[in-house]
């Protein structure tokens, strides 16, 4: 590793939103993109192609991409690219300490597609805006990812509902929720 800093990418988005599309741009070429979901292609089932998704085989997930995480660190990879919803919950400030320890800056980044850009202006002024919106665009996040990770509905609202517009790394890293 030449001497540049070395920086960890937590991404922050709902589902459907492009997280994915912006984590491989910040990865580059000589960055790496680690999403729990990568799990129940590779390590569930017979298909790489099928998401094999599992609620009893999640914990093992997060496991193994946190697992994966620390290797990338050991190695002194950067940037490394969080995919994931990255809130205000232990499992955040899981990866944030760990970067944190080892000296990586860590940073939050979003999708910059034109739906996240919308949401996220609806989403910052989410107490004066009318929830049947809210309702009308989990429905078609949802609906965007029915064929892919096929996230229901009432996690996604949920998910809404909980959104923090004014996260920081200093907050996820006080959690402990």
């Known amino acids: 590793m030449n001497g540049t800093k070395k920086t960890v990418y937590l991404m922050r988005g709902l589902p459907g939103c492009g ?19 990568l799990y129940f292609y590779t390590q569930v089932g017979d298909d790489p192609a099928s998401y094999d998704y599992s609620s009893e085989k999640l914990p093992l997930a997060r496991q193994w991409n946190f697992d994966r995480f ?10 490394i690219v969080v995919d994931r919803g990255n809130g205000l919950n232990s499992e955040t400030r899981k990866y944030a300490a760990h970067a944190v320890e080892q000296q990586y800056a860590v940073e939050l980044a979003e999708p910059d597609s034109a739906w996240w850009c919308e949401l996220r202006v609806l989403l910052k002024y989410k107490s004066h805006v009318d ?17 892919t990770h096929r996230v229901p509905y009432a996690n996604i609202r949920r998910w809404i509902d909980r959104w923090h517009i004014d996260l920081t790394v200093d907050r996820i890293l006080g959690c402990r929720s």
């Open 131 to 147: 929830s049947k919106l809210f309702d009308a665009w989990a429905l078609k996040l949802a609906e965007s990812t029915s064929q």
């Open 70 to 79: 620390r290797n990338a660190i050991s190695h002194g990879v950067s940037p």
């Open 19 to 37: 997280k994915s599309h912006r984590a491989r741009r910040l990865a580059g070429q000589d960055g790496i993109v680690l999403e729990t979901d």
